[in-house]
């Protein structure tokens, strides 16, 4: 066991600094000769506290007001989404916002991606970006991530992290921390050319390109996926390049998890789908999840055995060390080092996590609002 543990040590190590080395590699924006008309499409749901500041958010683009558009399509809200949107959009007549209404969502498994089907069927723009209800884009996200659109650039991702309110206590500098590894992972394996996650909440990509897919329709048997799941979609089935907006002036951030209850559910939810990667990357998921089952099951065995062995702890550092730098690189330009603060703590809970949600992932029910399915038993 020991020399299996070294042996996924080093490839894991090894993966690390290889997506370190991608950050690199990432190509700075290009100057557009123009300034193409954008589609900016958000599905809500119930969202009433939330959509408020996401409209004054939008209407401060800096982006010319003539050459975007704001689509928000509300998904059957029961606590007054659509009336609070009409209600900002009287007051703010020349803001170019409009609001639809979601039709048809008792007809499909996923209601998310039925809603945002219909915004990207009604936008008049070649380029859509997207995010979500409970985020606050900066000035600049319009601007900044239409600037990586090369004439050879289909999809732009964009990191969303939890700091609204700014985090405070240990969980939620946890969450923070969590969603600037997710961030760092995708920028690193997008500078290399296949990256390997990307989320909605910032998101960009051309309705070419949706069309090109077929939309949604091959990922309509699964609740969520309107993000990563799509982008797997481009990668496997077009030969358009993918950009990452390694700029801190296109971060979107979101609202932080209401509770424990909720983050648990939500990373079941993206767990729930690693077998649905295809073999390439579910393989390398299993090996990451056995790395760390291995690391946990030495780790303890060592403490309850009569003599500590390093073995389990030399491993441990080393994969402490190679997640170190990595953050190190995207922090750095990213403008968010002081995320980094509890990254010890963190990194002490990091293996049980991985293999706890690893586990139970495949096996759960997912959730999205108010839809509930089997990610097996799921049919389009």
């Not at 496997?236 to 951030?253: C, E, H």
């Not at 209850?261 to 789908?273: D, M, P, V």
Request: hydrophobic share 45%; aromatic share 8%; net charge positive.
């Amino acid at each position: 066991m020991t020399a299996l543990l070294l042996l996924l040590t080093l490839l894991y190590m090894v993966a690390l600094l290889l997506i370190s080395r991608g950050l690199s590699r990432l190509q700075p924006p290009a100057a557009p000769a123009t300034r193409p008309f954008i589609s900016v499409i958000i599905a809500a749901r119930n969202e009433a506290d939330h959509v408020t500041p996401l409209l004054e958010a939008l209407a401060r683009q800096d982006y010319p007001r003539e050459q975007h558009e704001i689509i928000i399509v509300d998904d059957a809200s029961s606590d007054g989404t659509a009336e609070t949107i009409e209600q900002w959009l009287r007051a703010n007549p020349h803001c170019p916002i409009r609001l639809l209404h979601s039709e048809g969502r008792d007809q499909v498994i996923s209601t998310k991606k039925h809603a945002l089907a219909q915004g990207i069927n009604a936008a008049r723009g070649e380029i859509l970006l997207f995010t979500d209800a409970d985020c606050q884009p900066p000035t600049t996200w319009i601007s900044s991530l239409c600037a990586r659109f090369g004439d050879q650039v289909g999809m732009v991702i964009g990191y969303s992290p939890y700091e609204i309110p700014a985090p405070h206590t240990l969980g939620q500098r946890f969450l923070a921390l969590e969603s600037l590894s997710l961030a760092a992972l995708a920028a690193g394996t997008t500078g290399w050319g296949r990256p390997a996650t990307c989320t909605g909440r910032n998101l960009g990509y051309r309705k070419s390109v949706w069309l090109q897919v077929n939309g949604f329709e091959p990922i309509a048997r699964f609740v969520s996926g309107d993000d990563d799941l799509f982008l797997k979609q481009v990668l496997d089935r077009t030969s358009w390049r993918i950009a990452y907006a390694l700029d801190p002036g296109a971060i979107v951030p979101t609202r932080l998890l209401p509770s424990g209850k909720a983050f648990f559910r939500q990373r079941l939810r993206h767990a729930s789908k690693g077998f649905y990667y295809g073999w390439k990357m579910s393989s390398i998921l299993a090996l990451a999840w056995l790395f760390n089952l291995l690391l946990l099951v030495r780790a303890i065995s060592s403490l309850c055995g009569p003599a500590i062995t390093p073995w389990a702890w030399i491993a441990w550092a080393g994969k402490a060390a190679a997640e170190l730098l990595l953050l190190i690189r995207f922090a750095g330009p990213m403008q968010r080092m002081h995320t980094l603060t509890v990254f010890p703590q963190a990194e002490a809970a990091h293996v049980l996590y991985v293999v706890l949600f690893g586990a139970l992932g495949p096996l759960t029910r997912v959730r999205w609002k108010e839809t509930t399915a089997h990610t097996h038993t799921l049919k389009r």
